[in-house]
């Protein structure tokens, strides 16, 4: 099973951007789909975005489409998540999440791999 680490959360004002990693060791995972999910206190773990993998059809939660963009360089076992117009209720911890294979749904359960999450946090 693969290892995913993220980075790259922090403290970051409204309108303001941010950038996560997730490098992932133990093997390469170029034919994983990766996704990222977050959660914030209270609530259930929200998808925000899946990318196969060849990079084709990136998909995202409603919630951050046309702001957030997934995309993944396979030669150094990274995905990316980068975070634009960021708005308080994006404030959460996020998590990267891996499967071997293509994986259709969106569903935390849909994924076997994850980190330990970064946290986000967005001030008004």
């Known amino acids: 099973q693969v290892q995913l680490v993220e980075s790259g959360g922090g403290l970051v004002q409204a309108g303001g951007s941010l950038r996560l990693s997730c490098a992932a060791s133990?093997?390469?995972?170029?034919?994983?789909?990766m996704a990222w999910f977050r959660q914030a206190p209270g609530k259930e773990r929200e998808f925000v975005a899946k990318?196969?993998?060849?990079?084709?059809?990136?998909r995202y939660g409603d919630s951050v489409k046309g702001r957030f963009t997934i995309s993944r360089d396979n030669a150094k076992n990274t995905v990316y998540l980068q975070m634009n117009s960021l708005k308080p209720e994006d404030t959460a911890v996020y998590y990267c999440?891996?499967?071997?294979?293509?994986?259709?749904?969106?569903?935390?359960?849909?994924?076997?791999?994850w980190g330990q999450g970064t946290q986000v946090t967005v001030s008004s």
């Open positions: 999440a891996g499967q071997t294979g293509l994986v259709l749904g969106a569903r935390p359960t849909d994924f076997g791999s």
């Open positions: 990318i196969v993998y060849s990079g084709a059809s990136p």
């Open positions: 133990g093997r390469s995972f170029s034919r994983d789909t």
